[in-house]
């Protein structure tokens, strides 16, 4: 028989503890790779392509989908950059939603709300977020001035003189401005 020593040694012994393989890394390269796939999955394109190439026919490959859910929680979601990937992993547990992908048109449909939700999510975050200002307050108009007066200004572009008359207010002085009859005059 055999000594305890050389059991331990002979690996077809069924009462010798199995090898546990450690990763070099502790599991950082797996992390990354699968970080970088669960990414992937934010854009259409890249999930029309697995429909396309049948991965969602493969029974592996729908684990593996589940499997990923993990990045949801809270301790992951935080290494996210692309939040929609999430939105489709979790569409992508749906079959119906799995088998439509297969054709160009939901693809760029998919595409197209993704492109309208990035157009247009600061502006209607913001609408809810801040505060609206204050309206400005209602000063009351000038009052016009009276026909009659003969208070005149003088105006400091062209030295010429107008009322605060119907005639020759500082609107129509202003709109005169505007015109080039001004430059002739000088």
Request: with cysteine.
């Amino acid at each position: 028989m055999a000594s305890p020593k050389e059991a331990d040694n002979n690996p077809d012994t069924p009462s010798s503890p199995r090898k546990i393989y450690k990763d070099p890394d502790d599991g950082r390269q797996r992390f990354l790779l699968e970080l970088e796939f669960v990414q992937c999955l934010a854009n259409p394109t890249y999930i029309h392509y697995l429909a396309q190439n049948r991965y969602f026919d493969d029974e592996a490959f729908i684990g593996y989908l589940k499997y990923l859910q993990y990045w949801q929680r809270p301790e992951y979601v935080k290494f996210i950059m692309y939040p929609h990937c999430l939105y489709f992993l979790e569409l992508l547990q749906n079959v119906n939603f799995r088998n439509a992908m297969a054709h160009p048109g939901n693809k760029e449909l998919a595409h197209r709300q993704q492109f309208f939700f990035w157009k247009n999510y600061r502006n209607n975050r913001m609408k809810h977020i801040l505060p609206r200002p204050l309206p400005e307050p209602v000063t009351a108009p000038p009052a016009p001035a009276s026909p009659t007066s003969t208070s005149c200004s003088t105006c400091a572009c062209c030295n010429s003189r107008y009322a605060g008359c119907s005639r020759c207010s500082p609107l129509s002085h202003a709109l005169w401005h505007a015109s080039w009859f001004c430059f002739w005059e000088k």
